[in-house]
């Protein structure tokens, strides 16, 4: 039997598959003190989200001579928020579930497009302070404009996919993605993607190579004019990791006209607080929630059942990330 503790939450579904085999399970929040403390290394494995962080102080305290933790799970994809090579250092298995949330932040980047350009989120404002804004909210169609992905792996492609059925050009950079795709234009520089699209989504993960990639100066190179000839402005959404938009750089785009638009679930220093961003009403955003449906959180708490209980049966896993 393994102790297991989840920090930030868990599917009743999935605890119970885990009771079911034995392990107990611990659901509670742990903060950084309480970690750095050692407070995990009473148990067999933890299983995070984005709220919990697992840099290389709090993960060598959660070891100790007679155990500690074997395992970390991250119920999601991004593990910016674990030191993977101090876990790897004291063998520690570090695993996501990459697949689960797909279709969820597929639908938010296309929701938060869609708002953008339709100014969804302004029209709401406007009308809640008592304002009839119909002639000031003439928004413009996805259709017909090139978007350009920045990153091509499972939720790229399905943003392209729904993209596609809306009738836009899609365009990608990805330089793991060597194939070509049909119906995609691949680019061989991320300068390229801005050069040429004026709808810009995320997609990559955060790494010191891509924090700040969506800069003033990419920024700048957008043409503003869609492939159909409408003056339609530029847009950028993220639903990817914070910091790989420079708000900053950002929000003087806004302020210049050099961008219509701004959607961003995620931000460089999360909970938000009070950025600039949220003063200007060609900005709209949501606190982190792409992957936060009920079907997301069913899916990603039963893989990670089954990949911890894959683990304690055979102490191995077929997709760790690290061994």
Not at 66 to 75: L, P, S
Request: hydrophobic residues 40%; glycine residues 10%; proline residues 3%.
């Amino acid at each position: 039997m393994a102790r297991i503790a989840v920090t930030d939450g868990m599917s009743p579904d999935a605890v119970e598959m885990l009771e079911k085999e034995g392990h107990e399970v611990v659901l509670r929040h742990h903060d950084p003190d309480e970690i750095s403390s050692g407070s995990l290394a009473v148990f067999d494995a933890v299983v995070i989200r984005s709220a919990t962080k697992l840099p290389a102080e709090q993960i060598s305290a959660s070891i100790k001579d007679d155990g500690g933790i074997r395992f970390i799970g991250r119920a999601g994809v991004g593990v910016d928020n674990i030191d993977v090579d101090e876990a790897t250092k004291y063998g520690i298995v570090v695993c996501n579930t990459p697949g689960a949330s797909t279709r969820s932040v597929v639908e938010m980047t296309i929701g938060h497009l869609i708002a953008s350009t339709r100014n969804i989120a302004t029209a709401d404002r406007t009308l809640r302070d008592g304002l009839w804004a119909k002639k000031n909210l003439r928004g413009s169609e996805i259709g017909g404009k090139r978007l350009g992905l920045i990153g091509f792996g499972r939720i790229a492609r399905g943003v392209a996919q729904a993209a596609r059925s809306f009738g836009m050009d899609v365009h990608a950079y990805d330089p793991f993605v060597t194939d070509s795709i049909q119906g995609i234009t691949m680019h061989e520089s991320v300068d390229d993607i801005f050069a040429n699209c004026t709808h810009i989504s995320v997609h990559c993960n955060l790494t010191d190579e891509t924090r700040n990639l969506v800069n003033t100066e990419r920024i700048s190179t957008m043409p503003g004019v869609g492939a159909d000839g409408i003056h339609c402005g530029n847009h950028i959404v993220s639903c990817a990791r914070g910091g790989i938009v420079d708000e900053e750089a950002a929000q003087m785009a806004l302020e210049s006209g050099q961008l219509r638009t701004l959607a961003l679930d995620v931000f460089e220093s999360e909970p938000l607080g009070r950025s600039p961003l949220l003063n200007h009403d060609s900005f709209h955003g949501s606190p982190h929630i792409a992957a936060s449906t009920l079907e997301a959180q069913a899916r990603i708490g039963t893989e990670m059942a089954s990949l911890l209980i894959e683990f304690f049966e055979t102490g191995k896993t077929s997709t760790s990330l690290n061994f």
